[in-house]
Nanobody
Framework: QAQVVESGGGLVQPGGSLRLSCVHPGITYGRSAVGWYRQAPGKKREWVAG???????YYADSVKGRVTISRDIAEKKVYLQLNNLKPEDTAVYYC???????????????WGQGTQVTVSA
C-alpha cells in the first residue's frame, strides 16, 4: 500500500524559506480537500493550511501571509511554501487529505512520518 511521504524540511535561519512537498496516494480530483499540519515538541498537532476540493485556500492565523498551500492533483502532491520563517515555526510538518471537515479538524487515522522543520540562528 502506497504511503504518505512528506519531504523538504530542514534547518533554516529565521527569515528563511522552505518548500515542503507531500505525496499522498489518496488525493482524488474533485473530491479531495488537502491540509498541512504541524506538531512542535510537547504540543498537540495543529492545523496550518488547507485547500478545499475546489481550490479555495485557508490558513491558520499564526502563518497567514507567510505560507502558501498548493497542489498537483495529477501527481497526487501537495506543497507548502514557507516564507519568513520564525523559530516558533519549528515542528514536524504533516499533510493529509479527505473531506473538508476532516482536513480542518485533522481527524485522520493514518499519518505519514512528517518532515522536520527547524528554524534557528
Amino acid at each position: 500500500q502506497a504511503q504518505v511521504v512528506e519531504s523538504g524540511g530542514g534547518l533554516v535561519q529565521p527569515g528563511g524559506s522552505l518548500r515542503l512537498s507531500c505525496v499522498h496516494p489518496g488525493i482524488t480530483y474533485g473530491r479531495s480537500a488537502v491540509g498541512w499540519y504541524r506538531q512542535a515538541p510537547g504540543k498537540k498537532r495543529e492545523w496550518v493550511a488547507g485547500m478545499t476540493a475546489v481550490g479555495s485556500t485557508y490558513y491558520a492565523d499564526s502563518v497567514k501571509g507567510r505560507v502558501t498551500i498548493s497542489r498537483d492533483i495529477a501527481e497526487k502532491k501537495v506543497y507548502l511554501q514557507l516564507n519568513n520563517l520564525k523559530p516558533e515555526d519549528t515542528a514536524v510538518y504533516y499533510c493529509n487529505q479527505g473531506d473538508w471537515r476532516s482536513v480542518l479538524t485533522g481527524n485522520f487515522r493514518d499519518w505519514g512520518q512528517g518532515t522536520q522543520v527547524t528554524v534557528s540562528a
